[in-house]
């Protein structure tokens, strides 16, 4: 696979510059590289495994998991405004337990010291963990809400996720994870934790440590938006233009990509190779849930549509499209999944660019989620290839 990629026209991969860290998506060739913009900063998780700020206008390629990826994300708020002011938060026993503490000071994940601990006593009965705000500007609809937390000695609580309607969440680990729950709101409670062993929560008895809690108005978390006062909102990610004829095949070639998605079954998601907006030979994610498809368009008219499910798309997904006249070919991790004998390529390269979008306008079906590597090639590779590419 890696003598495969080397013979790529267009190379899109995680890359280290020379100061050890990784700022820019750049094809491997001189010219073409890619435009990308996000008007404001973001946070990634770096190889250390903490959140660390990158500039606006360059790419994250962020660690979580353990691997690097290109991180593309959709414009975000964080609506919980005190996430970095822990002095602000408060822990309030509404029932006749005894007064547990909140401890401000600890490492958190950036390696700073806005973490709290909080201790909880044997006798907690109804406790809720406040952070500084009980009332957001999110009142009705999907809300997703995340935090950081830890447990101080080992073992498994249930702790429970509450923004108008709840949620519970088994923490298990001495070290931080990043524990997410999506509800639907009916007020404008503020996200809060408790601790109502009543509801099915833990008993007390036991401390935790948390940081960077944030509420989101979607039905999925994104990378962690710092917050000291007042609501703060992260810019989309846009990746597009890349390449120029000289380095696209539009009579014969293949579109590779190492992508997951964000989530599953909400908007196209392309990543295509074209010219216009109606030559166009792509890659996308369809609205269906783990649906994706292998398209050539020639003069605005689709030539070829190759479809076929994943099991979870928001999983990492090797895939080839393979293009040449009468001969359309799909390729997903390893197998060769469709083909397609009849349709019309370009008799000439007028393929201009390779964009993480549809190639139509400026910012259609934008595609949202991580990337590992996407490759275009000027040749029509082999089923043995392609099989040993995707697998």
């Known amino acids: 696979m890696s003598n495969l990629l080397t013979k790529a026209s267009i190379l899109l ?6 100061d050890g860290k990784l700022h820019n998506i750049k094809p491997n060739t001189t010219t073409g590289d890619f435009t990308f913009t996000r008007a404001t900063t973001a946070t990634r998780v770096n190889s250390n495994g903490l959140i660390e700020s990158v500039a606006s206008g360059l790419p994250r390629i962020d660690f979580t998991g353990g691997t690097g990826q290109i991180l593309l994300e959709p414009a ?10 822990t002095s602000s938060w408060s822990y309030v026993e509404f029932g006749s337990g005894s007064a547990g503490t909140i401890t ?15 201790d909880f006593p044997a006798d907690a009965e109804n406790v809720a963990i406040r952070f500084g705000q009980t009332t957001s500007s999110i009142t009705s609809g999907t809300s997703t ?8 000695q080992s073992g498994s609580k249930t702790l429970r996720f509450r923004a108008s309607s709840s949620q519970n ?14 509800v639907t709101k009916s007020s404008g409670e503020a996200f809060t934790l408790k601790l109502r062993p009543s509801q099915g929560t833990s008993s007390g008895g036991f401390s935790i440590i948390i940081c960077h809690p944030q509420e989101e108005a979607q039905s999925f ?3 962690y938006i710092p917050t000291s006062g007042s609501p703060v909102t992260r810019n989309q990610d846009l990746a597009i233009s890349a390449g120029d004829t000289s380095l696209i095949n539009t009579v014969e070639g293949v579109l590779y990509t190492e992508t997951a998605c964000l989530t599953d079954g909400d908007n196209n998601r392309a990543i295509s190779i074209g010219s216009n907006g109606q030559n166009i030979a792509s890659i996308q994610y369809n609205p269906t849930s783990n649906r994706i498809l292998g398209r050539y368009r020639n003069a605005g008219n689709f030539q070829c549509q190759i479809q076929f499910d994943v099991a979870d798309r928001t999983q990492f997904s090797k895939i080839a499209f393979r293009y040449k006249q009468d001969d359309f070919s799909l390729f997903v991790n390893g197998v060769k999944v469709g083909t397609d004998t009849s349709g019309n390529v370009l008799s000439a390269d007028t393929f201009t660019s390779l964009s993480l979008n549809s190639g139509i306008t400026g910012t259609g079906q934008q595609f949202e ?12 590779l082999t089923d043995a290839q392609l099989i040993s590419l995707t697998s």
């Open 104 to 118: 401000t000071g600890k490492t958190d994940m950036f390696g700073g010291t806005n973490a709290v601990q909080v």
């Open 169 to 182: 969440l088994v923490v298990n680990s001495t070290e931080f994870v990043r524990y997410e729950a999506t």
């Open 369 to 380: 989620g991580k990337v590992k590597t996407v490759a275009v090639y000027k040749e029509f």
């Open 76 to 85: 975000s708020t964080n609506v919980c405004e005190n996430s970095e002011n």
């Open 221 to 223: 978390a994104t990378s």
């Open 13 to 18: 991969t995680p890359t280290a510059t020379s």
């Open 145 to 152: 809400i995340s935090i950081y937390a830890k447990l101080v």
